[in-house]
């Protein structure tokens, strides 16, 4: 059987999606062949214009690729099935923080606890996708569509971005991968960039003037030409711009020095520097325990992925401080969870239902939402943890309640609104 870990879906994914119109898909596509970093000397007024126009939070879904184990990260420590089904790993009560009487975080997660205290840090329990789906390749595709039934293949952020009136790919950006996320594919113009201070137009350099002369060639053509080869420059221009000057992070916060440290990082760049965000994708990887997740000690699997997740994480928070995360809603996705009982390699298999975790100003954080179904056989789903709460509804939460969007059904067409009270109106 080939190995369908996160990791390895994720670049064939990306090379599969569909390009948007030449030049304007060249703009989003990042190192689709047209842009893999970029530089210029043209600033997008357009970009500018959008950045003041838009007010909602700034949406950064940060998925965890390979079926993330939300049971180890928020323990079901209230329901004794939990225990009995993970003898070897389970995380002891003993060493759980943070929670209530139904639920621990996980002790790695110690670096969100004052987020959790302060009450912009929380979970939603038994969330997921409307059916079972255990195939890493198929469920991605799933999540990122969020359109079952339907004959829709575009990607939920790309038709959340159009119910904005984004017109800037500087308006979704995926950061970490040099292709757009598929999440974000469709029309609606979208960039992938491995990181800001590496976004270049591919071949430009001294002697080599590829943006200038990209700008020259497209200046005075009609607009569906000019168009595209201006979102090309403009983006170039941004992210120069804000490339030029050393970045440091506020408030003593220090991301870790790996891909999602450095790509929350450029998050908080490209919201601190007013580029005109209203959506980052942002991947995490190697989630895919099958053999050896580890018991909850410094040094073991989980543990040591749910403390890099979590220092990231506040590092991020703390960046933007207290009034910068006030217009900022974070929200993990996996596409499945893991199996409830441990296998006999001493990891878990592939799930069903899942953890998400929200952090920002306006998520009512600090408990555990969701209704819980419980571990025993009779509520399982095959094996596996049931699906109270489709993540397509929190999702659809956040975009009415935080971002300002009216029509959540042009982007989740058979979810409707809900008031679960997983965060604030603004």
């Not at 007024?45 to 940060?62: E, I, K």
């Not at 099935?81 to 139904?102: H, N």
């Not at 569509?145 to 790919?169: E, F, K, N, V």
């Not at 700008?215 to 595209?228: M, T, V």
Request: aromatic share 6%; with cysteine; charged share 20%.
């Amino acid at each position: 059987m080939p190995d369908l870990s996160c990791d390895g879906c994720a670049d064939d994914q990306r090379t599969t999606m569909s390009r948007r119109g030449v030049l304007g898909r060249a703009a989003a596509a990042g190192a689709a062949g047209a842009l893999a970093g970029l530089t210029g000397d043209l600033l997008s007024t357009q970009l500018a214009f959008a950045a003041g126009r838009y007010s909602g939070d700034v949406l950064v879904v940060l998925s965890l690729r390979g079926g993330f184990d939300g049971l180890s990260a928020i323990v079901p420590a209230g329901d004794p099935a939990y225990y009995a089904a993970r003898p070897g790993i389970a995380v002891p009560k003993s060493r759980l923080i943070g929670g209530d009487s139904r639920f621990g975080l996980h002790p790695a997660l110690a670096p969100l606890l004052p987020y959790w205290k302060a009450g912009t840090f929380g979970a939603i329990q038994a969330a997921g996708q409307r059916a079972p789906n255990r195939s890493h390749f198929a469920a991605m595709e799933q999540l990122e569509q969020a359109a079952p039934g339907t004959s829709l293949r575009t990607g939920w952020l790309d038709r959340m971005l159009g119910g904005l009136g984004a017109t800037d790919p500087m308006q979704g950006v995926s950061v970490g991968g040099m292709m757009p996320a598929r999440v974000m594919a469709g029309p609606v113009p979208a960039l992938g960039m491995k990181s800001i201070d590496e976004f270049a137009m591919f071949g430009d350099q001294a002697g080599q003037p590829m943006a200038a002369t990209l700008a020259k060639l497209y200046e005075g053509a009609p607009a569906a030409l000019s168009g595209p080869a201006r979102q090309v420059t403009g983006s170039l221009a941004t992210t120069r711009a804000l490339a030029a000057t050393a970045y440091h992070p506020a408030n003593g916060a220090v991301y870790p020095d790996d891909t999602l440290g450095r790509a929350l990082r450029d998050v908080a760049r490209l919201i601190k520097g007013k580029a005109g965000l209203m959506s980052a994708c942002v991947d995490s990887g190697d989630w895919d325990m099958h053999e050896n997740l580890g018991i909850a000690e410094s040094g073991k699997r989980m543990h040591d992925k749910l403390a890099k997740l979590a220092e990231a994480l506040a590092a991020f928070a703390r960046d933007l401080g207290t009034a910068g995360m006030k217009r900022v809603t974070l929200v993990t996705v996996s596409e499945f969870g893991r199996r409830v009982h441990q296998n006999g390699s001493g990891g878990l298999d592939h799930g069903y239902g899942n953890a998400m975790m929200l952090l920002g100003g306006g998520v009512v954080g600090g408990k555990v939402h969701g209704r819980w179904p419980g571990l025993s056989e009779r509520h399982l789903v095959d094996g596996d943890l049931a699906v109270t709460t489709d993540y397509r509804a929190v999702i659809a939460e956040i975009l009415h309640k935080r971002c300002g969007l009216a029509n959540t059904r042009a982007v989740f067409p058979d979810i409707r609104r809900t008031t679960s009270g997983i965060v604030r109106p603004r």
